[in-house]
């Protein structure tokens, strides 16, 4: 028995259709959804932690980018370069869970990780490229 | 009673100078009212901190020896415009660099010349008489250059939009990224901190007006390209969209990477962060009505960007008040904005000029000639030689 974190991002012409609860029937995994959100260009957006033995995993895996949606390794982290920021917020109106906030007091970038989603739609807008993914 | 720059440059010198940033002054004025506040406060600090892509640098080299009139020259192989003279060249902020596209360019030589790092020059010419070398190919330091200015020709624009999407993909643009139908906004001003919004009508802002660029002492040195006075304003006298703009200088070696940085908007291009600081004497209690000014009592105008022409559709004003809440409605949409230019950055340079003034470090200057506030604002348009 392994614990995997996943992202999968479901593009719009999936993003209606029942598709993870094959990963109970089918593959008879344990999950839990620890994020879900639609962005604005219609395409959901999961963070999931699968529970189950490698080979039911993979299998799974390989199901989910059949179906058309795009599996991520979560094994990584949105890490704010505090040094290189200048706190000018153009992240923080990308950032659909608003785990990207400019702080009303200090007026300074704040980033609240349990918030995140891992979505990635900040990795591009940053202009003095402070945003990173640790993987 | 009105006050001159002079006795408040006297009160600058021994230290009883009383210094507000744009932000205090707001509070200050709410509670003392205008009268008490113009015999009380000397000076008000305003700044921003924002992308500036109207910015470059002049530097001279120095001759090297046999000497060359450089016709072309890279800076780490960014462009640099060379048909000056022979040593002279304007590096811009938003040239890119030959072999790295847009991860590098102007705004990062600049940035990485403020630094200290080494920087390589690469320059040809056909060679003279007189300037007989035709390649030359070393590399330059902020220690080695002869000198380098910063020199931009529109900076610190008095007040600008607000950029959305409606379209169904995301677009790239120099206000950021933009999500598709309608999926955010953003904006970029300082708002009450702004230089020309607290000084809406030029009263104290012109040209030779002394300020902060970038960590050095520099100067308002000329009318900013595109100045356009005429904007419609609110009668606190603050335009409504992009109004005045100003040239500015200061010297390149004096400056700090804290105050400028370069930046890079994916799939647009680059661009420099410049941080500005102007010293509001006030000199009157009308210069304190115009200073009180809050978020609340500015409006910019939201615009359609995905509508690839000069006119944008507007889907009407907004305070800054509401935009810093980070929602606002367009078309009855709950919509998320953001802001591009540093409020943070804007209130620390503020907070630094206001220091240095108390400590007697920076004075004020007379302004030699004010900024026009009628003048043409025109578009280009495509004619025959026979249409002109």
Not at chain 1, 32 to 51: F, V, Y
Not at chain 2, 17 to 43: C, F, M, P, Q, S
Not at chain 2, 329 to 347: D, F
Request: with cysteine; hydrophobic share 40%.
């Amino acid at each position: 028995m392994i614990k995997k974190k996943l992202v999968l991002s479901f593009p719009e012409k999936v993003v209606t259709k029942p598709i993870t609860y094959a990963l109970v029937k089918k593959f008879d995994l344990v999950f839990n959804i620890l994020r879900a959100e639609i962005t604005p260009d219609m395409e959901g957006k999961m963070l999931i932690e699968l529970r189950g033995d490698d080979q039911q995993i993979r299998e799974a895996t390989d199901y989910l980018e059949e179906a058309g949606v795009a599996v991520q390794e979560a094994a990584k982290d949105i890490i704010i370069d505090k040094d290189g920021c200048v706190d000018c917020g153009a992240c923080t109106s990308i950032c659909i869970t608003q785990a990207l906030i400019l702080d009303n007091n200090t007026k300074k970038l704040k980033f609240n990780k349990d918030k995140c989603i891992l979505c990635g739609l900040c990795l591009d807008c940053c202009p003095v490229a402070a945003i990173k993914v640790n993987i | 009673m009105a006050k001159t720059i002079e006795e408040i440059n006297q009160k600058i010198k021994n230290g009883s100078a009383v210094v507000l940033n744009a932000e205090e002054i707001i509070d200050h004025v709410r509670e003392k009212g205008v009268k008490k506040t113009a015999k009380e406060v000397d000076v008000v600090t305003t700044a921003t901190f924002g992308p500036m892509c109207s910015s470059g640098a002049f530097i001279n080299f120095g001759h090297s020896d046999p000497p060359i009139r450089m016709e072309k020259a890279w800076l780490n192989d960014v462009p640099a415009y060379a048909g000056i003279a022979a040593v002279d060249v304007y590096i811009g902020a938003t040239e890119l660099s030959e072999t790295e596209g847009m991860d590098y360019g102007g705004a990062h030589v600049i940035e990485d010349l403020i630094a200290g790092k080494p920087i390589k020059l690469k320059a040809v010419s056909h060679g003279t008489d007189c300037y007989p070398r035709k390649e030359i190919e070393t590399f330059i330091t902020r220690e080695t250059v002869n000198q380098a200015y910063l020199y931009n020709p529109r900076n610190a624009y008095q007040n600008y939009a607000v950029a959305t999407n409606s379209s169904n993909r995301t677009i790239y643009t120099y206000m950021g990224k933009l999500l598709p139908r309608f999926g955010n906004a953003t904006f970029s001003s300082a708002g009450q901190l702004s230089p020309l919004l607290n000084d809406p009508y030029y009263r104290t802002i012109g040209i030779g007006t002394r300020i902060f660029l970038g960590g050095a002492d520099g100067f308002v040195s000329w009318v900013g390209t595109q100045h356009n006075p005429q904007k419609e304003r609110l009668a606190n006298g603050t335009p409504t969209g992009l109004a005045g703009t100003i040239a500015v200088a200061a010297d390149l070696k004096e400056m700090s990477t804290d105050y400028i940085r370069a930046c890079t908007f994916t799939k647009y291009g680059v661009s420099l962060f410049v941080g500005i600081g102007i010293p509001i004497p006030v000199i009157d209690e009308e210069m304190v009505e115009f200073l009180k000014v809050t978020d609340e009592d500015i409006t910019v105008g939201i615009f359609d960007y995905s509508v690839q022409r000069r006119n944008k559709p507007s889907y009407g004003q907004v305070d800054y008040k509401q935009l810093r809440t980070g929602k606002i409605k367009i078309n009855k949409k709950e919509v998320q904005t953001g802001p591009i230019s540093s409020y943070a950055k804007a209130l620390e340079i503020a907070d630094l000029l206001k220091k240095k003034i108390q400590s007697s470090k920076f004075f004020l200057t007379d302004m030699v000639q004010p900024l026009p506030l009628e003048c043409e604002y025109r578009s280009l348009e495509i004619l025959s030689q026979e249409e002109l």
